[in-house]
């Protein structure tokens, strides 16, 4: 553990000036919503982080949204991809370029009766819709970037701000690898601002993700008139789905789940059309090639029935983040400096993703829990610890500070 350094503790003091003002402004954000592809709520919220990182001196760029497969469950075709914000605060030979990454949207339906901050009687926590996945951390960040400037310390930094991160980032993921990459070659660091775990911890180590999609044709057909020169999909889909069972292994950490399922019109029509969507976790990119095989020879599934057809789509997305050195690193760094702050951080490991999936997989070293404390992540009961305002932005920034000083080689 290394003692903050006065430059370190006036940004510190700093901070906590702002308690106040970090509560007024996580209610504010809570308030706007952003979930359900809530395209106002969602332009609304990027503005307002935007512009006080425009204040700070970064530029800003809306890199326009790719579009998602079709055959994702739930896809609506004609909705346009959603924009990732870009704010580059760049200074030559200052130092160690830092990308931090935000997701503006939730999974709460803005039409809810959830959709406000609301404050317990101690005042020590407070619950609302998206208030620690992820409006806190953008809270926190935005408070961290400007008291460091206030402080003097004069960063290099990107902020990444996307809006589909609960689906899948489908949207925005060429624009997080692209910049994640370019911050790589530079030798910077990736900061995503997931909530911490349960017990306050920094996740070292995620889980894979992929989607898929099993589809399989047959020909429909009377049940009563002519039920033999039907061909059910519906029967062929049973067999594809319990081979695709077994692709599970959860010992060696692989995980398959299957559903939704959707076949068949009416029970007096064979079914012509039969589908099943999953997702699949996996913990390394040996693992991802091998799941990606299997897969594909779901569609030579034996025992189908005659004249049935099967399409399997997969999208392997978000690559496992492995626990690297240089990833090891940085989580000491972060530990030492909580440490310093009078703070505890323990590490873990978890088959959940994010956006630090694909930053890392673009080859930026990145830790991605250095959000605020909290629970009930995706729930009416979503909740936060509101100290952890003031001392999670205090460890923001003060890691970001440290992140200058070359210590991961």
């Known amino acids: 553990m290394t003692a903050l350094s006065p430059e370190e503790a006036k940004v510190c003091r700093l901070i906590e000036r702002r308690a106040a003002a970090l509560l007024d402004d996580l209610r504010l954000h809570v308030g706007l919503p952003t979930g359900g592809r809530n ?14 990182a425009k204040a700070l001196g970064a530029s800003f760029d809306l890199i326009p949204g790719t579009p998602r497969p079709g055959w994702l469950f739930g896809e609506s075709p004609g909705l346009s991809p959603l924009p990732t914000a870009v704010c580059r605060r760049l200074v030559p030979g200052a130092g160690r370029e830092l990308l931090i990454a935000g997701h503006l949207d939730t999974v709460h339906d803005p039409t809810s009766s959830f959709r406000e901050l609301t404050l317990d009687a101690s005042g020590r926590t407070a619950t609302g819709p998206g208030c620690v996945d992820m409006k806190g951390g953008l809270v926190i960040a935005l408070a961290a970037l400007e008291a460091l400037e206030e402080a003097g310390e004069r960063l290099p930094w990107t902020l990444l701000l996307n809006a589909d991160e609960e689906t899948g980032s489908y949207h925005s993921h060429d624009a997080i690898f692209t910049e994640a990459a370019r911050v790589s070659a530079s030798g910077g660091l990736g900061i995503a601002l997931e909530p911490a775990t349960a017990d306050g911890g ?46 599970a292994d959860p010992a060696a950490g692989v995980i398959a789940n299957i559903g939704p399922l959707q076949g068949g019109t009416a029970t007096n029509v064979v079914p012509d059309l039969a589908r099943a969507w999953g997702n699949i976790r996996f913990s390394s990119p040996e693992q991802a090639r091998s799941l990606a095989a299997r897969l594909a020879s779901l569609a030579q599934t034996p025992g189908l029935p005659a004249g049935a057809t099967v399409e399997v789509n997969s999208s392997f997305g978000r690559p496992a983040k492995p626990k690297t050195p240089d990833v090891e690193r940085f989580a000491r760094l972060c530990r030492g400096t909580a440490e310093a702050l009078g703070q505890q951080l323990p590490f873990a490991t978890t088959a959940g993703v994010c956006d630090g999936n694909i930053m890392q997989a673009a ?11 909290g629970g009930g992540l995706h729930t009416p009961q979503e909740w936060i610890e509101l100290p952890s305002l003031v001392e999670r932005c205090q460890l923001l920034a003060v890691v970001m500070l440290r992140c200058q000083e070359g210590v991961l080689g």
Do not use: K, P, W, Y
Request: a positive charge; one cysteine or more; hydrophobic letters at 50%.
């Open 202 to 247: 920094l996740v070292v180590e995620r889980a894979g993700s992929a989607q898929f999609m099993i589809q399989c044709r047959g020909r429909a057909a009377h049940v009563g008139r002519d039920f033999a020169a039907g061909v059910s999909a519906v029967n062929a889909l049973a067999r594809v789905v319990i081979q695709a069972e077994r692709l």
């Open 363 to 373: 080859g930026l070293t990145t830790l991605d829990t250095l959000g605020v404390r």
């Open 39 to 52: 395209v106002a709520g969602l332009d609304e919220s990027r503005e307002r982080l935007a512009s006080r």
